[in-house]
């Protein structure tokens, strides 16, 4: 059974820092790709980052460069997204997700809201 666990995430002032993780369980950790989307109220998720296996083909979208770095942990089957400077425009709900592309596999995680006062 595969499962995702996230944890983190909250209220923090703008400027401040967050940092969300996610447990996962069931799956061949080392051949997925790690993914984080986020979701604003009426709209549809948009990946935020993304590490694969080959962490060279590393991808942040333009808003959260330099500000955002994501992470894997292959020996504890974990990944995580550390998020620095903070903005109002950030308050979101983060999903932890996975994906096998070759094989079409991908699951999700619950989401954690992120919420930045401004």
């Known amino acids: 059974q595969v499962q995702l666990v996230e944890s983190g995430g909250g209220l923090v002032p703008s400027g401040g820092s967050l940092r969300l993780s996610c447990e996962v369980s069931g799956i061949s950790f080392g051949e997925y790709t790690m993914n984080w989307y986020r979701q604003f109220p009426g709209k549809m998720r948009e990946l935020v980052a993304s590490?694969?296996?080959?962490?060279?083909?590393?991808y942040y979208v333009d808003d959260v460069k330099g500000r955002f770095t994501i992470s894997r942990d292959d020996d504890h089957h974990s990944t995580a997204l550390q998020m620095n400077s903070l903005k109002s425009a950030d308050t979101a709900v983060y999903y932890c997700?996975?994906?096998?592309?070759?094989?079409?596999?991908?699951?999700w995680g619950q989401g954690r809201q992120v919420t930045v006062s401004s």
């Open positions: 590490l694969p296996p080959d962490p060279q083909h590393i």
């Open positions: 997700n996975v994906a096998w592309t070759r094989f079409g596999y991908e699951h």
